[in-house]
């Protein structure tokens, strides 16, 4: 088994949603998406052992950069996120399951505005190897793609819906490092 924290250098959230439509594209007139900048984490996996597998997550709400000051203001504020009464979104795994060679689902409990609830994410494990760049000592290295997509009212995330889509898209990306091999 592989117990790691997350590389912020090479993970990465982000969450896409319709404007101006429901469902996801295409029925929208168009899929904004930002990317959450601060990032924390720690998993533990095994390819023989998936359903040993754990992930904790944490992002902070106030970190959302949609290359617009105004709409990232909008969108961490008090109508979406609430990032000041809110600072973090959290998941925390309660299972793995495979679902074929380097594919799984991940389930866990995702916390945001206060309110927790059940999701399901589909993984992808990329890889895991001895790092190939000399300075990370072919310390083990493992990558995962995860995604998703939720309900955000169902977190009282509820403002200017339909118009601005209740799904939400979430996906991310993971790679970390052998905690007990890091030089």
Known sequence: MLTSDMDASSSNGVCRYTHSGTPMPPEGASTPSGEFEEMSGEFTFGPENVSAASVSLTIQADSLYTGHSKRDQHLTGPDFLNAREFPEVTFESTGAE??????????????????????????????????????????????????????????????????????????????????????
């Not at 995702?110 to 000592?137: E, R, S």
């Not at 118009?163 to 030089?183: C, N, P, R």
């Open 98 to 183: 495979r679902t074929g060679e380097n594919t799984g689902t991940l389930s866990g409990e995702l916390t945001m505005h206060g309110q927790t609830h059940p999701v399901t994410l589909d993984v992808t494990f990329n890889k895991m190897a001895p790092h190939p760049l000399p300075q990370y000592d072919k310390v083990l290295t493992a990558g995962f793609s995860a995604r998703g997509t939720i309900d955000r009212t169902k977190w009282g995330v509820d403002a200017y819906a339909p118009a601005v889509g209740s799904k939400m898209q979430l996906i991310i990306e993971v790679e970390g490092h052998d905690k007990d091999h890091e030089g």
